[in-house]
């Protein structure tokens, strides 16, 4: 049995935001008309532009209505009078105060009760605004004296991605957050652990007996991730420009996804151990030395396509830039289950199409019995066994094997079976942040990263980052066309190996 969800206060701090009003509350709109939300839960948004709680609603129902599947006004009217907006800047201390009172007052419980922060604004803001809620007691002082008195008053915070820029700051933010909060209330999240069909992964490595025993160096040949965006950098130019593919996508979705493939089976499904064996396999990671980076990754940068201008000459980017807008690796691990198998990560924008997947692709059999037939047998050096999980758009499941080909002589021919894995039948989703929302108030943090495993993940990208990045970055401005699959030079890096990207 799932511990319980606790009631509590929901505290968003830069609530005028994108996040918060695109993700955040249609995911809690979602878990209300779901039953998963209990009816003493309530919600203080806080950002610095001036706003009653009548206007705030206002501009969510707008937007939430916008973004769910069949928007029913009545039960938005059960949700909306638990939502209150408070004006204030989160990062100054002095506002604290105020907070505070609105807090003590919407908190269901009264002071001892529980309370979820929710890091909704830049990641600029994350240390100050940590250190703000610190200098005001909120944390220590009352839970103190709500413990002394044997009542629960948890305090937790959601910290947004990005969590850092890179190893040292990542560090850093670990040891701001560890000045204010232990650990165990520290929930970073990667939305894409939220999503059904990334979850999807672990029920189909460990509640199947058919996949485990040749999950492994022995019978996969290689792996490939790739999480792969149609659109361009939009309205997002100024915080992808001092971002990048690497940090936005590889840091952090990717390598969860990778963690969910290639870590070991936990004992038992506790949050532990599932955050246990993540860390482990992070750790596994082989770091690229400096004279590998050029045969480890490839980098590149959208050039101008028939619709429009090219990443280096879009506005706010800028002159001279060499952020990657999309970025390939080769991971190799040190560890029994996978020395000698690569994986493979590749993300980017203005590419072929939206497209979220993971190819296991098999070895070929140790010999191949139909090498003698005159119609020659078709089995690939790497092997013809192919199983495709797909996250994005649809969520399935598709398996390729050979078989013989219909006709007089005997010929093998591919052949595809694929399942619907997210039982949906094509529907989408419902918004990842919901299901994660829920996990934190019932204090579960299997799907949220820990201080060590959010380190590993900075450490296996870190020199694709710094100075002697150089080498793949020389050259990027325009190297791929928008509508194919990247620069030629993320092709070479499978080349090289004897393989090719499924698409
Ligand atoms: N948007 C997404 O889909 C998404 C996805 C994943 C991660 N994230 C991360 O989530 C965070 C928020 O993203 P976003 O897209 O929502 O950004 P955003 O649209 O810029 O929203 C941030 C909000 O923070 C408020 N703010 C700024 N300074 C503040 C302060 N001192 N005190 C209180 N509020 C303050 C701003 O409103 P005022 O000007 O009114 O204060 C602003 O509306 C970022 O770290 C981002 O990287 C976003």
């Given at each position: ?6 009631s509590?206060l ?6 005028s ?8 509350l ?6 209300h ?6 009816a ?5 948004g806080?950002?610095?532009?001036p ?10 129902a ?11 006004r ?10 209150s ?17 609105r ?5 269901p ?21 940590v250190a ?7 944390v ?5 004296a709500?413990?002394d ?8 915070i ?14 850093a ?8 909060f232990?650990?165990e ?18 029920a189909?490595?460990f ?11 022995r ?11 149609s ?9 992808y420009?001092?971002t ?5 996508m ?18 038992v ?9 993540r860390?482990?396999?992070l ?12 045969t ?9 396509g028939?619709d ?5 000459a879009t506005?706010?980017?800028?002159p ?12 190799r ?7 000698g198998?690569?994986f ?10 939206k497209?979220?997947e ?8 140790p ?6 037939l005159?119609?020659?047998s ?15 758009p ?10 013989r ?15 619907d ?19 934190a ?22 020199p ?5 990045s ?13 509508g ?8 070479e ?11």
């Amino acid at each position: 049995m799932p511990p319980s969800v606790d009631s509590c206060l929901l505290v968003i701090l830069g609530a005028s935001g994108d996040l918060t009003s695109r993700k955040l509350l249609p995911a809690l709109y979602e878990r209300h008309v779901a039953g998963d939300l209990p009816a003493e839960t309530r919600v203080l948004g806080v950002s610095r532009r001036p706003k009653s709680d009548r206007e705030w609603r206002e501009d969510l129902a707008a937007s939430v209505q916008a973004r769910v599947e069949n928007f029913d006004r009545r039960r938005w009217d059960e949700l909306a009078p638990r939502i209150s907006y408070q004006a204030a800047d989160a990062a100054k201390a002095a506002s604290w105060g105020g907070i505070s009172e609105r807090i003590a007052s919407a908190t269901p419980g009264g002071e001892c009760g529980n309370v979820l922060f929710f890091l909704a604004v830049g990641p600029e803001l994350y240390t100050p605004i940590v250190a703000a809620i610190g200098e005001s007691g909120l944390v220590s002082t009352e839970r103190r004296a709500c413990r002394d008195a044997s009542i629960k008053g948890w305090r937790r915070i959601v910290v947004e991605k990005p969590f850092g820029t890179d190893e040292a700051s990542a560090k850093a933010l670990n040891r701001s957050l560890a000045a204010v909060f232990d650990e165990e209330e520290i929930y970073r999240i990667d939305h894409y652990l939220g999503k059904e069909s990334v979850q999807g992964l672990l029920a189909l490595r460990f509640a199947n007996g058919i996949f485990e025993p040749i999950w492994n160096e022995r019978y996969v040949d290689h792996v490939q991730i790739t999480a792969a965006e149609s659109i361009g950098v939009e309205d997002r130019v100024a915080f992808y420009d001092r971002t990048g593919a690497i940090r936005d996508m590889i840091q952090s979705h990717l390598l969860q996804i990778l963690a969910f493939v290639a870590m070991e089976p936990p004992s038992v499904f506790a949050p532990d151990r599932l955050r246990a064996e993540r860390r482990d396999i992070l750790e596994a990671i082989q770091i690229p030395r400096k004279d590998e980076l050029e045969t480890t990754a490839a980098l590149g940068q959208y050039g101008p396509g028939p619709d429009g201008v090219g990443y280096v000459a879009t506005e706010g980017v800028a002159p001279g830039s060499t952020t990657e807008t999309f970025a390939a690796m080769r991971i190799r691990f040190d560890n029994w289950r996978w020395a000698g198998t690569p994986f493979y990560l590749r993300t980017g924008k203005r590419l072929a199409a939206k497209h979220t997947e993971v190819v296991v692709q098999f070895k070929a059999p140790p010999t191949d019995l139909f090498r003698t037939l005159s119609n020659a047998s078709g089995v690939p050096a790497t092997g013809a066994d192919r199983l495709v999980v797909e996250i994005a758009p649809r969520s399935r499941i598709r398996l390729r094997f050979l078989g013989r080909a219909p006709g007089a002589s005997f010929s093998l021919h591919p052949i595809e079976m694929e399942a619907d894995a997210g039982g949906r039948g094509g529907a989408a989703e419902p918004e990842a942040y919901g299901p994660l929302l829920i996990d934190a108030m019932r204090g579960d943090q299997s799907l949220f990263k820990d201080r060590e495993e959010v380190e590993a993940s900075w450490a296996a990208v870190d020199p694709l980052l710094g100075d002697g990045s150089e080498v793949l970055r020389h050259a990027i401005a325009d190297n791929y066309v928008p509508g194919g699959w990247g620069p030629d030079a993320a092709h070479e890096l499978l080349a090289r190996d004897g393989r090719a990207w499924h698409v």
